[in-house]
């Protein structure tokens, strides 16, 4: 099989060697470039499926911002490619110091003297099984990159129509291509288009992304100035507390810069496009005044934007017929358990193994019936106790209020079930489950891996 382009004419879409005997499964194609549809492709690369990404940007996007990666993070690019984990690691960031290598961060109060007038010296979040890592994004694009052939990414190929037929799904690109496949999976980001046509019949009220009634202002700060500024606060993962308001920081770049993010709750709503505005630095001070003035200071290295933050508390399903979702388009959360890209990062191990078992377009459905079965529930979890974090570190739940100590108690508990999932049982269950659907069998499919060097082998 291939893709049909304009002219009729069918492509192969990846690597595989010509006379394989994977060629009857069905053409797959991703919608999306970002950690999602790149963790994916990683995923069905290696084992053996051939794919084709088509993204919307001219080339990969660098923004500048870091990513936080939790033990199931990690645990879920050792299951994607083994190779993934050693390149991250050699990109990540730890905390500086050893007394914090264990905290996913330090809760101190934005107030002037970080709440040393009141005694606060230290409040730490984390576990003696996690440990602090980090990466730029560009970085993490970057080493994803390396693991998906050549050409398996189609830059400026914006999808601006999507079809769905029984048996395929037609994408009309604005720059007049046409491909037809098998399955579409969508990785469109938490705007997605893909969500709509998976929701909008049955669940209209759920396709538009949902106003986390927070935005925020973003930068990253060279590690030298961030010394400058904070002084002994710098190099670690903290986090600043007050009132409706937040600084989380970390260092990425193997300590070279310091990432950092403002989170400010906004109880009048977002009432513009669902897009990032410009605001000054007067602004965003004016906007934060009660901060620390060392806070504040970080504004100098802020992008000139304040970002509204969306979220998927609720998607009733993540498949309608041959279309699928993953990352953020499923279950977008907001970034109070540093969570989000780890789900796409897990649903990617899921539905890979999952699309590696399929042997043919009629399999589609019951693969994506199992992984919607076993990652909905999860994803969703995350997102819905994503935004109660959110609410508790601003100080706005009821059970908390501003009492530090009880937040950070509370902190150290709520982060355990995300952390240490067995995902390897879910994806050896998913495979398990869509063999019985489809075979009767339980046993499970033998699977073939395409190495780094091109060779084949068994699982
Ligand atoms: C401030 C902040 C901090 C965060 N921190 C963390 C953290 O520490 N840890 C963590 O795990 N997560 C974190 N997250 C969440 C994480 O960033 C997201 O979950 C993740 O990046 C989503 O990846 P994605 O691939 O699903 O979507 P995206 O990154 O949005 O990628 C979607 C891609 O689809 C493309 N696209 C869209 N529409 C089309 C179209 N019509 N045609 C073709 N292409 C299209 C886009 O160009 C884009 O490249 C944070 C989020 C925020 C906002």
């Known amino acids: 099989m291939g893709i049909v382009q304009q002219d009729g004419s069918r492509r192969a879409t990846t690597a595989l060697p010509s006379k394989s005997p994977l060629q009857a499964r069905p053409e797959i194609a991703i ?36 990513i936080g990666f939790g033990p199931n993070a990690l645990n879920s690019i050792d299951l994607l490619d083994p190779r993934f984990r ?23 109060y934005a107030e002037e003297g970080f709440g040393e007038k009141r005694g606060w010296k230290r409040g730490l979040v ?26 398996v990414v189609k830059f400026n190929k914006r999808a601006k129509s999507i079809h769905q037929s029984n048996n395929n799904v037609t994408i009309a690109f ?42 925020i202002y973003r930068g990253i700060i060279p590690m030298k100035d961030c010394k400058e500024v904070l002084g002994q606060h710098a190099g670690d993962a903290k986090w ?24 400010v709750n906004d109880h009048k709503g977002w009432t513009g496009p ?8 007067e602004e965003m001070r004016e906007d934060l005044a009660g901060f620390d003035e060392r806070l504040l200071k970080l504004l ?17 399903t993540y498949f309608k017929g041959r279309i699928c979702l993953l990352g953020d388009v499923a279950h977008a959360t907001t970034p109070h358990q540093a969570a989000g890209a780890s789900q796409g990062l897990e649903d990617a191990v899921v539905l890979s193994r999952l699309l590696a078992a399929v042997q043919n377009p009629d ?11 076993i990652r909905r529930p999860r994803a969703q979890r995350v997102a819905q106790t994503s935004y109660e974090a959110g609410v508790m570190y601003s100080w706005n739940d009821p059970n908390f209020g501003d009492d530090m100590q009880k937040i950070v108690d509370n902190a150290n508990e709520r982060l355990h079930w995300i952390w240490q999932h067995d995902l390897k049982g879910d994806a050896d269950n998913a495979e398990a489950e869509f063999l019985q659907m489809t075979r009767g069998s339980e046993k499970s499919s033998t699977v073939v891996t395409v190495n780094g060097s091109g060779m084949k082998h068994k699982l």
């Open 300 to 316: 100098d290295w802020a992008q000139p934007l304040q970002w509204p933050t969306y979220h998927h508390p609720k998607t009733h």
């Open 363 to 373: 399999e589609l459905d019951a693969a994506f019936r199992v992984y919607d079965r």
């Open 174 to 215: 604005d720059d007049g291509q046409t491909i037809t496949v098998d399955a579409l999976i969508g990785c469109d980001g938490v705007k997605g288009a893909t969500r709509g046509l998976v929701l909008g019949k049955t669940h209209p009220e759920q396709v538009a992304p949902t106003y986390c009634n927070m935005y």
């Open 274 to 281: 669902p897009v990032a505005i410009p605001r000054t630095k």
């Open 86 to 108: 050693q390149m991250y690691e050699a990109a990540a960031t730890a905390n500086e110091r050893p007394e914090f290598e264990h905290s996913v961060f330090d809760a101190l």
């Open 31 to 66: 919608l999306g470039a970002g950690i999602g549809g790149l963790a994916l492709a990683i995923g069905m690369i290696r084992r053996g499926v051939a794919v084709t990404i088509y993204e919307a940007a001219e080339e990969f996007s660098a923004v500048g911002a870091g």
């Open 126 to 151: 984390g576990a003696p099984y996690f440990f602090r890592s980090s990466a730029h994004r560009k970085d993490l694009l970057q080493i994803m990159t390396e693991l998906i052939p050549e050409g």
């Open 240 to 263: 600043f507390m007050r009132k409706d308001q937040g600084v989380a920081i970390y260092p990425i770049q193997k300590g070279a810069a310091e990432n950092f993010v403002f989170f």
